[in-house]
């Protein structure tokens, strides 16, 4: 399967930390792998379980294209184990939070989540959120959408 990663770059500052919930709803534009169809705005969220027709697996987000022939499914990953072990993220324990020190190490591009894909691919994410930011002095706002510009101040 495919996997694609969400990566963020973002500057902080007075910033400790942007954490992203395991069960976020992501929300993301979605294109099946020819290009042809999109779908706008659909909702992903790790928690929610969808049996994958004619397997034993299960998903997170389950949709037919037309005139497909089996059914395009995206699966969550939140964490790295052993079986979603990525070769480019080898020193990734788990994904979720976007650190300030982290950023100064590999150029402000930070893996947030990844995306396990089969027949579909994800185009555009919507920084919906709500996201949770720490600040340098302990202080931490909860509940924090990110979805107008893009941008957030205190």
Not at 10 to 33: G, M, Q
Not at 53 to 82: C, H, M
Not at 83 to 109: I, N, R
Request: one cysteine or more; a negative charge.
């Amino acid at each position: 399967m495919p996997s694609f990663g969400l990566f963020v770059k973002a500057e902080l500052e007075n910033v400790e930390k942007i954490v992203f919930a395991p069960d976020l709803d992501w929300v993301l534009d979605i294109t099946d792998p020819g290009g042809i169809d999109t779908r706008e705005r659909v909702i992903v969220n790790s928690s929610n379980e969808e049996e994958v027709p004619n397997s034993k697996g299960t998903t997170n987000f389950l949709v037919k294209w037309d005139g497909a022939k089996q059914a395009s499914y995206l699966t969550v990953i939140n964490e790295v184990t052993r079986s979603t072990s990525f070769k480019d993220l080898k020193d990734m324990t788990h994904f979720g939070v976007y650190p300030q020190e982290q950023c100064k190490v590999v150029d402000g591009w930070v893996p947030i989540v990844v995306f396990d894909c089969r027949g579909l691919e994800p185009s555009n994410w919507h920084p919906v959120g709500p996201f949770e930011i720490h600040g340098t002095g302990g202080k931490v706002w909860s509940d924090v959408d990110l979805s107008e510009d893009g941008t957030w101040y205190d």
